[in-house]
């Protein structure tokens, strides 16, 4: 299985430590395209701080419970009165966790109505509905059309986003680890989550409640970029389908429709009208395929194609192995030119 | 001091030895075990448990192979060691073994082994309970393991969420997990009234509340929870097996259900579960400290308050695994805050060992080590616990390798270390040898290492982003080294468990006996000698400390001597002491009855039903549940409330006790009554989905919707109350021996209740309510249902009140059957008028 942001792993990579300070080693061991430790998000910036605080305070109750423990084991602690004893029950056991889990409750409770907040009026929208297994997407910008994508999410730096999400099938989760916590995608619900990324770059979201069979190739690629570029990319998703400039492709669209394609996948610009899968209109132009399992390129269309099911177990799309290699290579080659 | 009575005292002068000889060898025959295949039927609570206890430690193993399994899986990106579907099934099967034929499985087993001899008493109270519990737990166990092989495993993950597990699974995975669990949680909840009756009933005189055994506070907590925390599981089971069966859309939004429901139901159970789990295994550490410090433990009532406290917030906290799903600010607040509260009572518990180890002199030994440990462990676990309660951390946590960590801390640190000390500790009770120092030593450091190289990194592998249940990870980022760690890590743990396994099985043939009271530990457990009488306890003393071996001058060669009370099974039977709930004042010597095939055969009819059931053959489960209420008829008529040939018996020192009680005084009353608190709580839940509806939908039951009218529930209602009544003046009839006038009564209750139960089902009969289009009227006919198969089991009840009467197995003095039918009906009669008056009052209301 090829990873699609194999580039960005070498910043996962522990630095040499013999120059690196631990903190460094540390932090480098923390950063990567799904990493919640490497926020790029106003969301994943607060509970990563919150994270680091609680993982201190960790680090310093259990020390002190295992050092008393030792004394305790060795007889270090003068033979107790039961006057000490009490002292250590009612210090240690109930007062000291009382007063520490009241502060953290209280700074919980001032961080959470933040990362609860809608979006403010006229923000991005951007209804996602998480689908065994695979996302579709639309984009739903203020006063204007909405744009019906898949597996992929672009988002403008800086601003808040508002996710609404669904499910028609079973249970999703919908988790962009470096911008943010996660929300479940429920059947017969509609649930929101308001992301904002503070800084460019690709990441990695997935589906973090278990969906069934392959709900671990459930993923999709996150672009976070200038609000110019995004406005530039959301026009040109929102044209339709480009007509095949070559012959081959030409060979390809015919192919796609003559075998049935248009039943499930919808081509904007073409009698392709599915709904049941994923709109096709600009595949070409997505960096996945098959929601974040193969890296975009011709052999891989071709591959998952002819092996929808080996490439993603249990998935509604029949293979098309049947097909003639160069059909098959036609329809990549179409599916490519849809950019 | 106080004004009461001074606590009976030994006899002074030791009996004449031939006496004490001839009283052994008689009460080594009333408690001899079967011979050859027949062994298979002893009741004997140290072999029932034993078997238990082996049997749930198989199934560690194997939970632990597919924990292994999945190691090799995860160790490197993109693996192909086990396709997706396998995968699915291993982690499914892995977490449901671990928590259903583990987890629980060895806390009751344990604590059936234990119990009794902590409370120095001969037995549980209700031996062929106990053996009936084993054989559901072995039958339900094998089958569901088993489906693995036929590559027809449940693989909806442990927590069986809908609408995955209804329509999006085919095939029988998920019905035999709803039914097989279900079957292996009724045998829980059986081995649970078993545990809370010996604990109130059967200590020994003197052994007021505030003397009981820490261990035995905790088994009481835990199966008091288990009581109220299983039955919410098992409603919500039946309604997603009735939603896959049946297709009434309790769980699908397009039929008006709801998904979440079912995540309300099954964390209702799920968390308080946890604390199932951790309370009884603590309870070992609770034991050991104070024996390998050489003093009682410091803040006794601080650890009881803290383990029963624990046991209630458990109950407040289910929210917390559901923090994703959209709730309101205020909710994650209030469950946030519930959630850490209850680190409070646990830290109480552990300040109290280390204030214990503080005070005492520690002799170091194999099960202190495991018990530090485990505690070391279970400590980090508490704290990642603390993190994840809050509910801002809990959006990037839940779900991910930080919770699998997090939980593994807990449930390990929290139970397996200190069950392994319990092995250590325990082991001579059972076999007469100890296990091997060093073997414990070295399993120790592998399973401590292992365990720490496992987990650890799975804390950064979630926070770097890796969801649970996954089947692989694509490479690249960050997971890579991590899990290969994790799983390199996984086989030092699996290797020291091999150790401790062999440890366990090696053969000690040529090992010398251990000494009696090996570890010089202060209570009554430690009374037998090496290797152990099946008796139990030579005779039953009159306790009046925590540490009697400690604190009572002369007590072992008093208890020995049999200079307490039944030192002596004079007519051959097997007897042991009832006491108050509080005081432990004897009020009864209770006959137990031995061994025998009928358990066996129980659980083998009514397994039946529940795995005939999973394939959907309803006609041949109907014929093997019937068949199986036939045997469980057969055990109480053959075995129970039998009248004995004399009133009263002199159990030593003076005392004399009647040989029969009924009503509250009798153990199987007590019986009853905390059966159907958990029966009642199944109830409440399928109220609780009632109301659940009401509150998601805007307009429940929806307008214009048929529902049962008011006339028939109200009839129906009005004929259960009835046949409520008849029955209380069955009872009291009986008591008064006016034979004719009780006949007339009883009769007359059980035409009333089977009307009751046809005039519940006419209401949404008779409107022509279809539960297979919306979710109203399916809960108003799975309601109306319990009820009326409620007001049928008070008719089995009667009708066999009758038949005792008649065969003249029932009279005026010996009425324990009609007391217990009458105490029945109490709860048929509540879950009548509330069944009324949410089906037809609650639409009127609106």
Redesign the interface.
Known sequence: ???F??A??AR?RPHRAGAASAVAVLLA?????????DPAGA??R???D??WW??G??VV??VA??W??Y???R?R?A??T?RQ??Y??I????L???VV?TA??LH??R???P??APAPPGSLRIAVSGE?WWWRVQYQPDGEEPVELANEIRLPVGEPVEFILDAP???H?F?I??L?????M????T??LTLQATRTGTF?G????????????MAFPVVVMAKAEFSAWLAAQRAPAQAPADPLAERGRAAFLQNGCAACHAVRGTEARGRIGPDLTHVGGRMTLGAGVLTNNRAALVRWLAHTDRVK??VLMPHFGMLPAAELDAVAAYLESLR | MNDQPRDPEPLAAEPPLALQRAQEARLRAAWTLPKGWRYWSAVNNTEVGVWYTATAFLFFAFGGVLALLMRIQLAV??NEFL???TY?QVFTVHGSVMMFLFAIPVFESIAVIFLPQMLGARDLPFPRLSAFGYWCFLLGGIFLSGSLFFGAAP?G?WFM?P??TSA??PGIGADMWLLGFSFIEIAAIAAAVELIVGTLKCRPPGMRINLIPLYCWYVLVAAAMVLFAFPPLIAGSMLLEVERAFHWPFFD??GG????LWQHLFWLFGHPEVYIIFLPSIAIIAMVVPTFVRRPI??YG?VVL?AVGTGFISFGLWVHHMF???LP?IS??LF??AS??V??PT??????F??????G??VRSVPMLYA?GG??IF??GG??G??VA???????A???YFIVAHLHYVLVGGAVFPIIAGCYYFFPLLSGKKLSDRLGKIAFWLLFAGFNLTFLPMH?TG????????????????FDTLNLVSSIGAFLLGSGVAVVAWDLIRPKTRQPLSARNPWNAGTLEWLPSMPPENWGVRSIPEVDSRYPLWEQPNFVRDVDQGRFYLPDAEEGLRETLVTTAIDAKPVQCLRLPGPSFVPFWAAFTIGGFFILGTFHWWWPALASLVVGIGVVCYWLWTATAKRPEKPEKHVGLGLTLPLYQSGSASVGWWAVLITMLAVFTAFVSLVFAYFFYWTIHDDFPPRGAKGPGVLWPCVAGALLAAAWAATMLARRWNRADRAGAFYVAATASVGLALAGAAAMLAGPWLTGMDPTRHVYPAIVWLLAIWTALHAVTGVLFNGYCLARRLAGRMDARHDIEIHNAALFWHFVAATALVTVAVIAGFPLAK
Request: with cysteine.
């Open positions: 299985m090829v990873h942001l194999s960005t792993s996962s061991g923390c950063s990567g395209p799904q990493s919640s430790l969301g994943a607060e509970i990563a919150l994270f609680m993982a305070g960790t109750v259990w419970v295992a008393l423990t004394s305790a084991v007889g602690v033979e107790q039961a004893a009490r250590y029950i210090g240690g056991g109930a000291f966790p009382t889990l953290l409750l919980g409770f961080i959470l109505p990362l609860l065994q099938d079973v249970i989760s988790w680890p470096s943010g916590g996660k929300m479940d429920i059947p017969g619900r649930t929101r990695r997935v589906c973090a409640e278990y969906c069934g069979e392959s709900h671990a190739l177990p249990g | 990106p993109g396709s997706a579907d699915n693989k993950g969420y609408p995955l999006y699974q939004p397009k259900g709801d998904p979440v410091v803040g601080w803290a994703t799903t959209g600010g994650l607040a946030s805050a850490e509260a680190a409070i830290g109480v518990q552990i300040f109290c280390i204030a214990t180890i503080a005070a002199k520690l530090c505690l070391a400590v980090l704290l990642t603390v993190m809050l509910a801002s951390f809990d959006f990037q839940h779900d991910t950064f926070l770097r982003g890796m969801p649970r249940r996954v089947f692989t990870y694509p490479e690249g980022l960050g």
